[in-house]
């Protein structure tokens, strides 16, 4: 009967860390823009939320406080 041992050459076992380190690679670059894209969307919140008040108050200027613009 022949006896099953497991490939420790030293090919084998730089393929595996090979893969090992593909994975953590891409792990770490999906975490990477995972963060990325949440950065991104929460600066793109902060300045629509800045413009949606810039124009708010353009309108209310528009619209007057009851006094005359030309006359200042």
Do not use: H, W
């Not at 084998?12 to 975490?31: G, H, I, L, N, Y």
């Not at 600066?43 to 309108?59: H, P």
């Amino acid at each position: 009967m022949t006896e099953l041992r497991p490939n420790t050459s030293k090919a084998s076992t730089t393929a595996t860390t090979d893969k090992e380190e593909e994975r953590t690679r891409v792990c770490m670059a999906d975490k990477a823009t995972q963060e990325l894209q949440y950065n991104v969307l929460s600066v793109t919140r902060r300045a629509m939320i800045v413009l949606l008040g810039f124009e708010n108050s353009q309108k209310t200027k528009e619209a007057g406080d009851g006094r005359d613009d030309a006359k200042l």
